[in-house]
């Protein structure tokens, strides 16, 4: 199965006033990882791994947003890569996003070669 990524992407907006609002960011939870989207790149996703988590968006400030429960969802293993480093996630193969676990800004070299071949 041969996946594409589809951007999520965080913006920062301003009505002028002294708050700004975040959009919230596409991260997931897995195996004690937190994990943010990779756009643009093909991947093939394989063998189911668990349950992976997407935490609840807090872009308002809301305590009630911040104490909801996240969305379950499925992680799949990416061929090539140990899930230490990149999952895909979805409803199945077919659906799922590729995401990784970065060190700080720096998208994992692993991932890295899968967006130079894409």
Excluded: W
């Amino acid at each position: 199965m041969l996946v594409l990524a589809v951007a999520c992407t965080s913006e920062n907006s301003s009505d002028g006033g002294d708050e700004q609002a975040d959009s919230c960011a596409y991260l997931v939870h897995y195996q004690d990882r937190v994990y943010r989207d990779v756009a643009n790149v093909e991947f093939t996703a394989d063998e189911k791994l668990g349950s992976a988590t997407l935490p609840p968006c807090d872009d308002t400030g809301d305590q009630k947003d911040a104490e909801q429960a996240g969305e379950t969802t499925t992680a799949y293993r990416v061929n090539g890569i140990s899930p230490d480093v990149a999952v895909a996630v979805g409803d199945s193969p077919d659906d799922a996003v590729l995401v990784a676990a970065y060190s700080g800004s720096e998208l994992p070299s692993e991932v890295q070669k899968l967006m130079n071949r894409s």
